[in-house]
């Protein structure tokens, strides 16, 4: 066929279609935009089964908020569960990113599945939203202009933790938490701020993960005598590592303190074991904060469940996005678009505003709780605006 023939034909085939169109209402002929595919890859079951349910619960009222669009353009979820499971998350990416062609990723929660993740978002130039996982590699050495993260770095809440516990007149401390990145990172975060402080860690003891065997270190950490402990754990390990604590005789002699993972998202099973943990977050409950009253009460309305730090992720990554999708009009292959809209974006969060690093992390507040009743009670801020090092970024 020539050149000017097949410009006919599509001509042709334009007035047909235009003919057929005058014939049917418009709503029925309009060709409807593609739906958004997002895909989100968080724990379902395991040890972060609740962190996962409540990234889905922040992210979905986010989005019905903005009536369950982005940039005018209907939503598809497809949703796998990462089971927190290392090992499977480049298998559970590539198959959200090749066979349901998802244009978003959205997750994880724990950071050796991030790393998959991230690995193949940047093979794949696929934009991915990391709603927890802190793993810093994660915007260090393997940042990319399509890896944005709504959370934190595992560094960020133990730096500062360090300073609050030698102002408290704490000089040595023994740190334990589980065997893998997150636990390493927020154990090297926290040595670096107490340290620096002028405290000393004398002993580190690692669990494997998603192990809850404490009761021989607890015993090592009575007969160390040091004179604080501090840990990362979170979720269904945290909560027990929180009891056995009391169990082994150590609450009221030796303080436990910790990042905020420890207390959040827990406290319904723990109460008297956990009065009094002191712990910094970028997030806490009863912050002074209008914003956060209103998505406390939005939240509670929609799930009758109090909201805690991973539903404010989930919330944040859905306002992240509409707020690029509106940037860019609905246009999910603007990846150019989106990019800058993300970079230049200020999240009014219920933590409290915070903007993106040249890294792309968060930007934001550390606070100082404590736990009183139910509550992880805001204090203090433990630092101002905390942006991670991003060690190995260069973008
Ligand atoms: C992590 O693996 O990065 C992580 C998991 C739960 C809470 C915080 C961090």
Request: proline share 5%.
């Amino acid at each position: 066929m020539t050149t000017s023939n097949s410009i006919r034909r599509k001509i042709v085939i334009g007035a047909g279609a235009a003919a057929a169109a005058s014939a049917f209402p418009t709503s029925l002929v309009r060709a409807q935009p593609a739906k958004i595919k997002l895909g989100l890859l968080l724990p379902a079951t395991g040890t972060y089964a609740a962190l996962g349910a409540a990234i889905t619960n922040g992210f979905r009222l986010a989005i019905d908020q903005q009536g369950g669009k982005l940039g005018g353009r209907e939503i598809e979820y497809v949703a796998v569960d990462s089971e927190a499971n290392p090992a499977k998350g480049p298998e559970n990416t590539n198959r959200l990113v090749q066979r349901d062609k998802v244009d978003v990723l959205i997750g994880p929660v724990h950071s050796g599945v991030a790393m998959g993740m991230a690995k193949i978002a940047r093979e794949t130039g696929t934009l991915l939203l990391v709603a927890n996982a802190g793993a810093g590699a994660v915007t260090g050495p393997m940042c990319a202009p399509n890896i944005f993260r709504t959370s934190f770095t595992n560094w960020q809440p133990t730096y500062p933790l360090g300073k609050v516990m030698v102002e408290r007149k704490q000089k040595t401390a023994v740190w334990i938490s589980w065997k893998y990145a997150a636990g390493e990172e927020a154990g090297q975060g926290f040595r670096e701020g107490f340290e620096k402080a002028g405290g000393k860690v004398v002993k580190e003891l690692w669990v494997p993960f998603p192990g809850v065997e404490f009761q021989a270190l607890l015993a090592e950490i009575a007969s160390i005598k040091p004179d604080a402990v501090a840990c990362f754990f979170a979720g269904g390990g945290a909560a027990k590592f929180i009891k056995d604590y009391a169990a082994a005789g150590l609450k009221g002699k030796i303080p436990l303190y910790g990042s905020g993972f420890l207390t959040d998202g827990v406290l319904g099973g723990v109460k008297d074991e956990a009065q009094g943990i002191l712990t910094t977050l970028h997030y806490a409950d009863a912050l002074p904060f209008k914003r956060d009253e209103e998505f406390r009460r939005d939240y509670a309305v929609a799930y009758k469940l109090q909201p805690d730090v991973y539903a404010v992720q989930g919330y944040d990554t859905g306002l992240l996005l509409a707020q690029a999708m509106k940037a860019v009009k609905g246009e999910i292959g603007d990846m150019k678009g989106i990019i800058k809209a993300m970079e230049g974006a200020t999240v009014d969060s219920p933590r409290g505003k915070w903007t993106m690093s040249k890294a792309h992390n968060p930007i934001q507040d550390i606070y100082l709780r404590e736990v009183v009743g139910e509550q992880n009670k805001y204090l203090s801020v433990a630092a101002k605006q905390l942006a991670d090092p991003a060690r190995g970024c260069k973008m």
